[in-house]
């Protein structure tokens, strides 16, 4: 083979290559980027505050299964919101209410959650500050 069959061929497969990436890029699903971005990207530095105030504060729930609860236990009495994310399927994700009133524990159902791998979301108020938790979770 000389070497403008060589040019020719490897021009081909080039082309080639790049029609399949393009074709390929434009069957993928569409949930494979976060489409709250560039909200997310305002919001980042009250997101970091919140992350570090539970650092400084030593405020990092516990997390406990049980067979019919999930437990959260806080350094204090809380008010906020759990969100379930899940990875692997969007359309199952799922957010809870909670309020600790006068204690520091907070119970969610663990029926309605199926097992699996949760990417688990705690944000919470106590003592007039506000709090921001993440924690993977596997449920069995």
Do not use: C
């Amino acid at each position: 083979m000389n070497w403008g069959k060589a040019i020719i061929t490897g021009m081909i497969t080039f082309m080639l290559f790049i029609l399949a990436m393009s074709i390929y890029m434009f069957m993928a699903p569409t949930d494979d980027y976060d489409h709250q971005y560039y909200e997310k990207g305002l919001t980042f530095n009250h997101d970091y505050n919140r992350e570090e105030q539970v650092t400084k504060d030593h405020a990092q729930p516990l997390v406990r299964l049980t067979d019919q609860n999930i437990n959260f236990h806080f350094t204090a009495p809380a008010k906020g919101k759990v969100k379930f994310m899940r990875p692997a399927n969007t359309a199952l994700d799922a957010t809870y209410q909670f309020n600790t009133d006068k204690g520091i524990d907070a119970d969610l159902p663990r029926l309605e959650i199926p097992a699996g791998e949760w990417q688990l979301t705690v944000e919470w108020q106590s003592n007039q500050k506000s709090y921001l938790y993440h924690q993977e979770l596997y449920i069995k």
